[in-house]
């Protein structure tokens, strides 16, 4: 599926989301989620309601379900990053990560530990330490 910045205050993904910016504007003037018109198409960008600036950086908010996260304390996520670990550096950008998870999980598919760079670095670090002691163990094989 194509992204669609139409697409992204929701519909038509069932999981909830919203993509924020820890910035503040120069000006001191507040970030807000803007319809943008761009020649006769009209994109959701965030820009500052005083000036027009916009943020470099964004991070997506999701709230997870009991069935994703039973522990309350851990469902509400923040993802900064995306998955080569870059920061999310435009809306457009945000907007498609959001989307690409809505749609995992509409199609249950979602691995919500992909996107978190604390747990992904568990996740990768737990694979290779299973392969270590795989080599170990067959290391261990020959000698005996
Ligand atoms: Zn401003």
């Known amino acids: 599926m194509e992204y669609n910045p139409e697409n992204s205050g ?3 993904y069932s999981m909830k989301g919203k993509i924020c910016t820890r910035e503040q504007c120069r000006c001191g003037g507040v970030f807000t989620e803007t319809h943008v018109k761009r ?3 009209s994109f959701l960008d965030m820009v500052c309601s005083s000036c027009g600036n916009r943020p470099r950086s ?3 908010f999701l709230y997870l379900s009991k069935d994703q996260c039973p522990d309350p ?3 509400k996520v923040r993802i900064a990053r995306n998955s080569d670990g870059h920061i ?3 809306y457009e950008e945000a907007s498609r990560l959001l989307n690409e998870i809505r749609k995992a999980d509409d199609e249950n598919s979602l691995n919500i ?3 978190l760079p604390k747990e992904a670095n568990q996740f990768r670090g737990s694979v290779l330490l299973d392969r270590w002691l795989k080599v170990k ?3 261990g094989r020959h000698h005996t």
Request: glycine share 10%; aromatic share 20%.
């Open 73 to 75: 304390n851990e469902r």
């Open 88 to 90: 999310l550096s435009s």
């Open 58 to 60: 964004f991070y997506i």
């Open 10 to 12: 929701g519909f038509p």
């Open 137 to 139: 163990h067959s290391q």
């Open 39 to 41: 020649g006769n198409k």
């Open 113 to 115: 530990a992909l996107y």
